[in-house]
């Protein structure tokens, strides 16, 4: 029978919702508490390591193990009646006993997983819902370095004209007819001017 024991569990991997039952399974492990029922066995392998979150109900009184290594007796992460906070898997329609059901929130690191459906007492068995949750570790964020130094960009040469250079053009002046005079030249012209009138005058 698919996952009755260790001879051959059943595989599950992260994102799986599996609905099933314990209906004609034997009593193949017991890691200690509760556990003496009939009992279905999965395999669940992590690839890497990442947050695995597990969820699982029952309508009978199912007791739940997860272990690293698949063994009759083994139940190192988990071995309890029930555990964590009760949560309905996304698959699940059952109502779940009040002592059946699981959730389960760990890092694992890469490797085989065994988690056991089991049941409290001999004669339990029934249907139960197994979700199995996988969150990819957040990735470091790198540091960003401070006071990175901005390029300087690089100063584009600009096209230097290589033919001659154009000639300086010469200055017109103003009103090349008068000659320049400047301050002083008209003050004595108008200081002769007067004198003609002064001149002119006395005649
Ligand atoms: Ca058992
Ligand atoms: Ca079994
Ligand atoms: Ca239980």
């Known amino acids: ?6 001879s051959n569990p059943m595989p599950i991997a992260c994102g799986d919702c599996f609905p099933g039952n314990t209906y004609g399974y034997t009593n193949s492990h017991n890691c200690g508490y509760g556990h003496d029922g009939t009992d279905r066995l999965f395999e669940l392998l992590i690839p890497y390591e990442q947050e695995v ?11 739940w193990t997860l272990a690293t290594v698949c063994d ?13 906070i009760q949560t309905d898997p996304t698959c699940s329609s059952l109502t779940h006993n009040d002592y059946g059901y699981w959730e389960f929130t760990q890092v694992l690191t890469p490797g085989l997983y065994y988690i056991w459906v089991d049941s409290w007492a001999i004669e339990l068995e ?7 949750l996988c969150i990819d570790p957040t990735p470091t ?15 584009t040469p600009t096209d230097v004209p290589t033919g001659s250079p154009s000639p300086t ?3 017109t002046p103003l009103n090349p007819t008068v000659p320049a005079t400047g301050p002083v030249g008209l003050l004595l012209l108008i200081g002769a001017a007067s004198m003609m009138l002064r001149r002119r005058k006395r005649d």
């Open 126 to 132: 029934g249907n139960f819902v197994l979700e199995v």
């Open 1 to 6: 029978m698919p996952g009755n024991d260790c």
């Open 72 to 84: 009759p007796v083994v139940g190192d992460l988990f071995c309890d009646d029930f555990g964590g």
């Open 141 to 155: 964020p790198t540091s960003i370095p401070t006071n990175v130094p901005t390029a300087t960009p690089t100063a």
């Open 53 to 63: 979150r597990i969820v699982g109900e029952a309508d009978f009184d199912a007791d």
């Open 169 to 171: 053009p010469t200055p």
